[in-house]
């Protein structure tokens, strides 16, 4: 019931946003025929307004884009020829997804491993290290980051291509770029959750009658210290899908990252309403899917 029920809250919410995002884009300055071309006539100008219907008063040019939307076309492009924002979805949105999956993979992996030996080895040079490093990356944000990568391993010792996502080698500096801040949150949250499921009741008992120490952190502190990383790691992703416009622009990856920077410095309007719906759905559906994830590794949590 309770997931219905979000189900249900998350459709008026994604209209508010879609009605934001269509009346936010039309306040900015300019409009999608103002850049890139010479200047033309009025009479020219007003023919492409009518013809995208840019002559009608926004309530009504709302009311047709959730006409076509219920039909699940997202309109055409005011600025990529030959394009409509279903072609710009489809041929971005699989990079992003990799992009954000690799990322979401290296962040969970490296996270959990360090938080885990942290909090294992707590006060030992692993902890003091492992912390240290957590702490580090989480204070450097990936528009810093990306560009040390390119200058260290692309352009000093010529490792690694520097730019575009053409074969695993390609992958390699951006999933690092996105993904190193939230596995630095990630070994954060596992150390602080491992410290606090080891000092619980129910292990105390259990090393009270002679559980191996291995086995203890393995079977019972690591699937409670989880719990939390399983709460952050719906927004986690969702960060990584949507923030990852940033680092496609760096690395100039074809993902809808750079379609959005490139609509909204281009005011092409239904390119940027349909990649912020888009973003709002990707949000939405992983928070709820990681609260039905959450209740079946923790059997005690009850959602009314």
Known sequence: MYFLKRLAFAVPL????SALAFVLVRLAPGGPFDRDRAPASPEIENNLKTKYHLDEPVWKQYGRYLGDLAHGDFGVSLKYRNHNVNDIIAQGLPVSMSLGVLAFGFAMAGGLTVGFITAARRGRWADYTGSFLAMLVVCVPGFVLAPLLIL??????????????????????PVIALG????????RLTREG???????????????????ENKL????????AVLPVVSYSGPMLADLLTGSFIVENIFQIPG???????SSLNRDYT????LALLYAVLLV????????????LDPRVKYE
């Open 14 to 17: 994604l209209l508010v946003i």
């Open 152 to 173: 260290i391993f692309a352009v000093k010792l010529q490792w690694l291509p520097v730019a575009l996502w053409d074969s695993p080698w390609h992958m390699i500096l």
């Open 180 to 187: 190193l801040y939230f596995a630095g949150k990630v070994a």
């Open 194 to 212: 491992m410290l606090n499921a080891m000092q619980s009741e129910f292990v105390t008992a259990a090393r009270a009658k002679g559980l191996a």
């Open 217 to 224: 952190l393995f079977k019972h502190a690591f699937r409670i």
């Open 256 to 262: 809808i990252g750079v379609f959005l920077v490139n």
């Open 271 to 274: 390119v940027v309403v349909g």
């Open 285 to 296: 559906g992983l928070n709820l899917v990681v609260d039905f994830a959450y209740t079946l």
